[in-house]
C-alpha cells in the first residue's frame, strides 16, 4: 500500500471540504436548528409521544442519520465528478494509487466530514432535548459504516454521471424519498397494513433505527437486522465501486 500518496490524497480531500465550511458545517447546523424549533418550540407540546419517548428526541437519531447520509454522499460524488469534469482525475490515475489506496482516501475524508457533521448536529440537539446516547460504541461505529456505505454509493455515482443534471438524479429522486419514507419523522407502527410492511422494504428505514436504538436504546427494529442491513448495503457500494473504478468507468478518453 502506497501510504504517502494515501495521505496525500485524502488530506487534500480534507482540505477541499475545509475551505467550503459554510456549506459542510453551517448549512446542516442551520437546517436542523429549524426543525428543532419547529417540531420542539413550536409543536413540542402538541405531539404525543413516540414509544414513551418525546416527540422532538425521536426524531433527533433520524435528523442526525439524514446530515450523515448526505454529507458523506456528497463529499465523494461532488469532488471526483468534479476532477472528471476539470480534467485533474487524470493526476490521480497516473499517480502510484491503486484502487484500495483511492477509495480509501476519498470515502475516510467523506467519513470524517460526516461524523463532524452528525457530532455538530447532536450538539445542537442536546440544547433542545436532554437526549443522550444508549449505546455510545454503537452509535459511533454505526454512524461511521453508513457514512461509508454512501461514501461508496457517491463515488459510484460520479463514476457514471456524465453532466451534472445526472450527479444530481441519485440524491434527488432516490435518496431524497427514501431517506423521509424510512421513518425519520414517524415510527412504523403508525403506518396503517399494508404500508408498514411495504415501509420494512425500504433499506434507510433499517439505517435510521439502527442510529435510533444507539441513541435511544429503542428502535422499530432488531439491532440484529439494522446491522444486517448496513452489512448488505456496504457489500453492495464496495463492490460496485471497486468494479466501476478498477475499470476506469468514464473516467479515461
Given at each position: 500500500?502506497?501510504?504517502?500518496?494515501?495521505?496525500?490524497?485524502?488530506?487534500?480531500?480534507?482540505?477541499?471540504?475545509?475551505?467550503?465550511w459554510g456549506?459542510?458545517?453551517?448549512?446542516?447546523?442551520?437546517?436542523?436548528?429549524?426543525?428543532?424549533?419547529?417540531?420542539?418550540?413550536?409543536?413540542?407540546?402538541?405531539?404525543?409521544?413516540?414509544?414513551?419517548?418525546?416527540?422532538?428526541?425521536?426524531?433527533?437519531?433520524?435528523?442526525?442519520?439524514?446530515?450523515?447520509?448526505?454529507?458523506?454522499?456528497?463529499?465523494?460524488?461532488?469532488?471526483?465528478?468534479?476532477?472528471?469534469?476539470?480534467?485533474?482525475?487524470?493526476?490521480?490515475?497516473?499517480?502510484?494509487?491503486?484502487?484500495?489506496?483511492?477509495?480509501?482516501?476519498?470515502?475516510?475524508?467523506?467519513?470524517?466530514?460526516?461524523?463532524?457533521?452528525?457530532?455538530?448536529?447532536?450538539?445542537?440537539?442536546?440544547?433542545?432535548?436532554?437526549?443522550?446516547?444508549?449505546?455510545?460504541?454503537?452509535?459511533?461505529?454505526?454512524?461511521?459504516?453508513?457514512?461509508?456505505?454512501?461514501?461508496?454509493?457517491?463515488?459510484?455515482?460520479?463514476?457514471?454521471?456524465?453532466?451534472?443534471?445526472?450527479?444530481?438524479v441519485f440524491?434527488?429522486?432516490?435518496?431524497?424519498?427514501?431517506?423521509?419514507?424510512?421513518?425519520?419523522?414517524?415510527?412504523?407502527?403508525?403506518?396503517?397494513?399494508?404500508?408498514?410492511?411495504?415501509?420494512?422494504?425500504?433499506?434507510?428505514?433499517?439505517?435510521?433505527?439502527?442510529?435510533?436504538?444507539?441513541?435511544?436504546?429503542?428502535?422499530?427494529?432488531?439491532?440484529?437486522?439494522?446491522?444486517?442491513?448496513?452489512?448488505?448495503?456496504?457489500?453492495?457500494a464496495g463492490?460496485?465501486?471497486?468494479?466501476?473504478?478498477?475499470?476506469?468507468?468514464?473516467?479515461?478518453?
Open positions: 500500500m502506497n501510504r504517502v500518496g494515501l495521505r496525500t490524497l485524502f488530506l487534500k480531500e480534507v482540505r477541499r471540504f475545509s475551505k467550503v456549506q459542510t458545517v453551517l448549512s446542516p447546523l442551520i437546517t436542523n436548528s429549524l426543525y428543532f424549533l419547529v417540531f420542539g418550540a413550536a409543536l413540542g407540546s402538541r405531539l404525543r409521544d413516540v414509544g414513551g419517548v418525546p416527540y422532538i428526541e425521536y426524531v433527533v437519531p433520524g435528523l442526525i442519520m439524514l446530515s450523515m447520509i448526505r454529507n458523506s454522499f456528497l463529499n465523494t460524488s461532488s469532488s471526483l465528478f468534479q476532477s472528471k469534469v476539470n480534467g485533474t482525475v487524470i493526476d490521480i490515475l497516473v499517480a502510484p494509487l491503486g484502487v484500495r489506496e483511492i477509495l480509501l482516501a476519498y470515502v475516510s475524508a467523506a467519513v470524517l466530514r460526516a461524523v463532524i457533521v452528525g457530532c455538530l448536529v447532536y450538539g445542537v440537539a442536546r440544547a433542545f432535548t436532554d437526549i443522550g446516547a444508549a449505546h455510545p460504541l454503537w452509535t459511533f461505529t454505526y454512524g461511521a459504516g453508513v457514512a461509508t456505505a454512501f461514501a461508496l454509493f457517491g463515488i459510484v455515482v460520479a463514476l457514471w454521471a456524465e453532466k451534472y443534471d445526472h450527479l444530481a440524491p434527488n429522486f432516490i435518496l431524497t424519498p427514501l431517506i423521509f419514507l424510512g421513518g425519520v419523522f414517524y415510527s412504523i407502527t403508525m403506518l396503517p397494513a399494508p404500508w408498514d410492511l411495504v415501509s420494512r422494504l425500504n433499506p434507510v428505514l433499517y439505517l435510521v433505527n439502527g442510529m435510533r436504538y444507539g441513541l435511544l436504546g429503542a428502535s422499530d427494529v432488531a439491532p440484529w437486522e439494522a446491522a444486517a442491513v448496513l452489512v448488505v448495503t456496504l457489500g453492495v463492490a460496485l465501486s471497486t468494479a466501476l473504478l478498477a475499470r476506469g468507468y468514464n473516467l479515461r478518453a
